[in-house]
């Protein structure tokens, strides 16, 4: 299982970006997949998850209304368009799976929000 992210960058208050993770190793369409963040001194947290089909999203309250979360089982990528961001959002943002009870994590790209 291989998980492979980028589109992250510096951008300022108010931007956008669009993160892109590519997934191999592994059926891609028969999982749910989700991106998850890490701010330096705190926990890695739960930005957004979609279902197999992607027809079921979840957002955190943090990413409601600015970020929306889509995958293409076609070519196997699960991305993250993140608008109106905010210095807050700055961290490093993972793409994870889980199969068969076993957690794959990317190695992450960083996102910095700053003027």
């Known amino acids: 299982v291989q998980l492979v992210e980028s589109g992250g960058g510096l951008v300022q208050p108010g931007g956008s970006l669009r993160l892109s993770c590519a997934a191999s190793?592994?059926?891609?369409?028969?999982?749910?997949m989700s991106w998850h963040r890490q701010a330096p001194g705190k926990e890695r947290e739960l930005v957004a998850r979609i279902a197999v089909a992607g027809g079921s999203t979840y957002y955190a309250d943090s990413a409601k209304g600015r970020f929306t979360i889509s995958r293409d089982n076609a070519i196997n990528t699960v991305s993250l368009q993140m608008n109106s961001l905010k210095p807050e959002d700055t961290a490093v943002y993972y793409c994870y799976v889980v199969i068969l009870a076993r957690r794959y994590w990317g190695q992450g790209t960083q996102v910095t929000v700053s003027s």
């Open positions: 190793g592994f059926t891609f369409s028969n999982y749910a």
